[in-house]
């Protein structure tokens, strides 16, 4: 059941900035980025990330300077990346703000302590990021970490995110 056929907030496409149009013309993964320690935990759906090969491996990702999530890295200075998959559209939907979740974005996820930031159990893909520059660019941050550490799961059905819905690469 849908309350609108259109999404409410889209505003016209005379309106639309083009390069967010652009961007969202490129396939892009879904994940859930955490942070933060246990009784202050952040986390944010990332969709502007890379990941880099290198010794050390590093990812870069785009987040915005006025999220919790951004607070809690240059707080902490560490990070987990989740790579969701299929199936976790509703909790990306929470984490991006887009749906309520009473109680915040953690309440009905478990999640396990780490050095890192919270790790969400049910998400098998994670990289442990350590923060090693932090930089406000336009309306955006840029993040740059290296990577400490990662899980990987057999993962065949990665969630991907192209002009404003998630899919599953079929």
């Not at 639309?16 to 994940?31: K, Y």
């Not at 919790?68 to 987990?80: C, N, P």
């Not at 790790?119 to 990021?129: E, H, L, P, Q, T």
């Not at 090693?132 to 057999?154: C, H, K, P, R, W």
Request: with cysteine; charged share 20%; aromatic share 8%.
């Amino acid at each position: 059941m849908t309350i609108h056929s259109d999404h409410p907030f889209v505003p016209d496409p005379s309106e639309r900035d083009e390069t967010r149009r652009f961007r969202g013309r490129l396939a892009s993964p879904v994940t859930i980025v955490t942070s933060g320690p246990n009784e202050e935990p952040a986390g944010l759906t990332v969709s502007s990330l890379l990941a880099v090969e290198g010794e050390p491996p590093v990812i870069q990702m785009v987040v915005g300077p006025t999220t919790d999530l951004w607070y809690a890295i240059e707080k902490t200075g560490r990070f987990v990346v989740h790579v969701c998959i299929d199936g976790h559209g509703a909790r990306a939907d929470i984490f991006a703000g887009l749906r309520p979740s009473p109680g915040g974005p953690f309440a009905d996820v478990e999640t396990e302590v780490s050095d890192w930031g919270p790790i969400i159990a049910d998400i098998g893909d994670r990289a442990y990021c350590r923060a090693t520059l932090t930089q406000e660019l336009g309306y955006s941050g840029l993040v740059y970490a290296e990577i400490d550490a990662f899980d990987l799961a057999e993962t065949s059905n990665p969630l991907v995110y192209f002009r404003g819905r998630y899919r599953v690469l079929a």
